[in-house]
């Protein structure tokens, strides 16, 4: 069994809320007695991509468990590479790949520089199908990313999603080792079906979005005042998946 914990869209802003949330859902995490096997961050670690911003990040997102990060359309890929990747590369994108208990995690960089939607780069899906050329097909597989690939039915997200989808449902097409892809970006919890398999999004830790048959008049579109959350996606030996959400009080 593998047990992930996956947050998202943390927006360190170098304020006070921000900080306080984020830190309240690593005591969480990092104050749990039983099996947590990693955690994963789907981007919009930083609200600016100020260099302040992610060492704050850095301190807050501490953990004795396994971190793997991917950005976000806030973040900006030097100063994110500096805080949390494992390699240089630039303005290159930030695909890195994990061996947690047993799997893999293929985590890509869906960013575009300058742009709030998202695209995964011939030079990321090439890197991506090299990873899972490499992973033998008992060996489960999960595609990270910020934006998710397919519309969640909440207007002002869905023209800031993953374009070019079909381009990763042709890369998934050949690789049946993949169990699930996880995304953030939307801050607020979904389920879906991209390629034949789950789409999980993870709840927002800043904030969360209010769906639209959720707001009366005067209403925005994000609510301030609800919990930050978690999802716990559970891998069973008999590779189904179950994903349960936490909201932190």
């Given amino acids: 069994m593998i047990v992930l914990a996956h947050i998202s869209d943390p927006h360190f802003d170098g ?34 991509a100020l260099p302040a911003e992610y060492e704050e990040a850095r301190k807050v997102l501490a953990s ?15 100063p ?15 695909n890195e790949v994990h061996r947690v208990a047993g799997a893999v995690f293929a ?9 709030d939607d998202g695209h ?3 030079e990321t899906l090439e890197w991506l199908e090299g990873v899972l050329a490499g992973t033998s097909p008992e060996t489960p597989v999960f595609v990270c990313f910020h934006h998710p690939p397919v519309e969640l039915h909440v207007p002002h997200i869905d023209g800031v999603r993953q374009f070019g989808q079909e381009r990763l449902a ?25 390629a034949g398999r789950p ?14 048959w959720e707001m009366g008049e005067g209403d925005g579109p994000v609510n301030h005042d609800a919990p930050p959350a978690v999802a716990f996606h559970i891998l069973g030996d008999d590779r189904r998946l ?7 009080p």
């Fill in 242 to 248: 179950t994903t349960h959400y936490r909201f932190i």
């Fill in 199 to 212: 789409l999980l999004v993870a709840p927002g830790v800043t904030s969360t979005v209010n769906l639209p």
């Fill in 120 to 122: 995964l780069s011939d």
């Fill in 170 to 194: 042709a890369v998934a097409a050949r690789h049946p080792q993949i169990v699930a892809f996880l995304a953030g970006h939307a801050h607020t919890p979904a389920a879906t079906v991209f």
């Fill in 15 to 48: 304020g006070p809320r921000s900080t306080e949330r984020a830190q309240r859902v690593m005591d969480y995490l990092n104050g749990l007695s039983g099996q947590v096997d990693a955690v994963l961050v789907t981007g919009d670690i930083a609200d600016h």
């Fill in 80 to 94: 994110f590479r500096e805080a949390f990747a494992q390699e240089e590369g630039g303005d290159a994108p930030v």
């Fill in 64 to 78: 004795p468990l396994p971190m793997m990060v991917c950005p976000g359309n806030h973040d900006a890929r030097e």
């Fill in 107 to 115: 985590v890509c960089d869906s960013s575009i520089p300058g742009q």
